[in-house]
C-alpha cells in the first residue's frame, strides 16, 4: 500500500458531516477506503483537462465519489456531434459553454463539492498557474498541443498526470508521475509527431463508449492515488481494444534522458504546439476565412473550391460548387488542374488542405489558398445549413 498524495495537515482539517456519511457508506463501510479515504477524497482537488469524452465520465465519477474539489478546463461549447459520447452534457445543453453545462449536471449528482471553472484553452501562458493549485490532473485532451503541454507542467509541478487516450475502438491509459517512479509522456514520445502525420482531431472517429470506459479509468486511478490504495499505473500503459475485448499491459519505463524529466533536461518551459489540429497557422500557406470565401462568391470572382476530403464525407457535407480531390488523389490528379487558375482548397477543418496547398506549391501552382477552419467553419459561420459533423 503506498501513501496518499493529498498533505496530511489537510486531511486532519477536513471531516464529514453527517449527511456525508450517509451519502458515502458504500465507501466507509470498505476497511481499505473507510471515513480516513472519505476524508482526502474531501480534501483532494482534482483538474479535469477537457469536459468532453473523457472528461465527461472522469468527472461524473470523481463528483460521485466525493473529491472535495473538481476543477474543470475547457474553452469549447456543446454541440450535437458531442453528445454520442460526452455525457456529462444533454441535448437541452446545446450551444451552451461546456463548463456552465458540466457545474449544473456535477451539482445535480453531488451538491457538496467545489467545482472550479477555467473557461480557457490550456496555454504557455496559464497552464502552471492552473495546475499549480491541484493534486491530480486527469488529462482528457484530444489532442497532442495540449497532452505535450499538459505533461510537462506536471512534470515541473510534480503532479501526477493521469492519461488516456482514444482512437476509434482502441484506447490506453496511465499515470505520468516521475516524481513517483516512472516515466512521463516524453520519456515514452520525446517530440510530438510532425502535425501531417497525425489523423485530424475530428476525422478519426471514436467509438461512443470507448471514452467512457478510458475516463472511468482515469477516476479510478485519481481516486486510488488520493486515497493511496493499490497499485497505481504508474511505470505501465494498459491498453484496451473494445473488437477483441482485450486489455493489454505495456511496461513503460523513466527515460533518463528524457527531455523534460530526465536528468538533464532541455525543455524547463511550457511550450505552445499549436500548429496541430488546425489551431495555428503555418506561414508557407497562404490561407483566406470562410468569410473571405463567401465574399469571393458573391462577387462572382474567378476561382476553383477543391474539396480534399474522403468521398463518404463529401456524402455528408459538402460547400455548393466543391469539386472532390481526396488529398491522397492530389499529386497524380494535379494535371487536371490548371496552373494559371486560382484554387482555394479546403477540408473538414484545415489540416489536410493545408498539406494539398503545400503540394500544390511544390508542382508550381503560384495562386492556391488554404481555407482556415474548413467547411466546419463554413457551416459555423457561413452556412448553418450544411451538416457539422
Ligand atoms: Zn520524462
Given at each position: ?7 496530511e ?16 457508506s ?18 483532494a ?8 469524452g ?40 446545446i ?38 493549485d ?7 485532451s ?7 503541454l ?37 520519456c ?16 478519426a ?9 478510458i ?26 481494444d ?37 489551431a ?43 469539386k472532390l ?54 457551416s ?10
Amino acid at each position: 500500500m503506498h501513501k496518499s498524495i493529498i498533505p496530511e495537515k489537510r486531511i486532519s482539517d477536513t471531516s464529514l458531516t453527517k449527511e456525508e456519511l450517509q451519502r458515502y457508506s458504500r465507501h466507509l463501510i470498505m476497511p481499505e477506503v473507510t471515513a480516513e479515504g472519505q476524508k482526502r477524497l474531501k480534501a483532494a482537488r482534482v483538474l479535469c483537462i477537457g469536459a468532453g469524452g473523457l472528461g465527461s465520465p472522469a468527472a461524473l465519477y470523481l463528483a460521485a465519489a466525493g473529491v472535495g474539489t473538481l476543477g474543470l478546463v475547457d474553452f469549447d461549447r456543446v454541440d450535437l456531434t458531442n453528445l454520442q459520447r460526452q455525457i456529462l452534457h444533454g441535448t437541452k445543453d446545446i450551444g451552451r459553454s461546456k463548463l456552465q453545462s458540466a457545474r449544473d449536471r456535477l451539482r445535480d449528482i453531488n451538491p457538496d463539492i467545489a467545482i472550479e471553472l477555467h473557461e480557457c484553452r490550456l496555454s504557455s501562458e496559464n497552464a502552471q498557474r492552473i495546475v499549480a493549485d491541484y493534486d491530480v490532473i486527469v488529462d482528457g485532451s484530444d489532442n497532442f498541443a495540449t497532452r505535450y503541454l499538459s505533461n510537462d507542467v506536471c512534470v515541473f509541478a510534480g503532479k501526477p498526470n493521469v492519461y488516456g487516450s482514444v482512437f476509434r475502438f482502441e484506447g490506453q491509459t496511465t499515470v505520468f508521475a516521475p516524481q513517483l517512479g516512472g516515466p512521463c509522456y516524453r520519456c515514452l514520445f520525446p517530440e510530438p509527431p510532425p502535425p501531417e502525420s497525425v489523423p485530424n482531431c475530428a476525422q478519426a472517429g471514436v467509438l461512443g463508449v470507448l471514452p467512457g470506459i478510458i475516463g472511468m479509468l482515469q477516476a479510478i486511478e485519481a481516486i486510488k492515488l488520493i486515497v493511496g490504495i493499490g497499485e497505481p499505473l504508474i511505470g505501465r500503459l494498459l491498453h484496451f481494444d473494445a473488437l477483441k475485448v482485450t486489455f493489454r499491459e505495456l511496461k513503460v519505463r523513466r527515460d533518463p534522458e528524457c527531455p523534460v524529466c530526465g536528468e538533464n533536461p532541455t525543455i524547463v518551459a511550457p511550450i505552445d504546439y499549436d500548429q496541430f489540429c488546425g489551431a495555428g497557422k503555418d506561414e508557407s500557406v497562404p490561407a483566406i476565412s470562410v468569410q473571405e470565401l463567401k465574399g469571393k462568391m458573391d462577387a462572382r470572382d474567378a476561382f476553383e473550391l477543391i474539396d480534399v476530403r474522403e468521398p463518404f464525407e463529401f456524402e455528408i457535407a459538402r460547400i455548393d460548387g466543391a469539386k472532390l480531390i481526396p488529398l491522397g488523389e492530389i499529386s497524380e490528379r494535379a494535371d487536371e488542374l490548371h496552373r494559371e487558375q486560382t484554387f482555394i482548397i479546403h477540408c473538414h477543418s484545415g489540416v489536410r488542405s493545408a498539406q494539398a496547398v503545400q503540394l500544390l506549391k511544390k508542382r508550381g501552382f503560384a495562386n492556391v489558398f488554404n481555407l482556415e477552419g474548413g467547411i466546419d467553419a463554413w457551416s459555423e459561420f457561413i452556412d448553418p445549413a450544411v451538416p457539422k459533423y
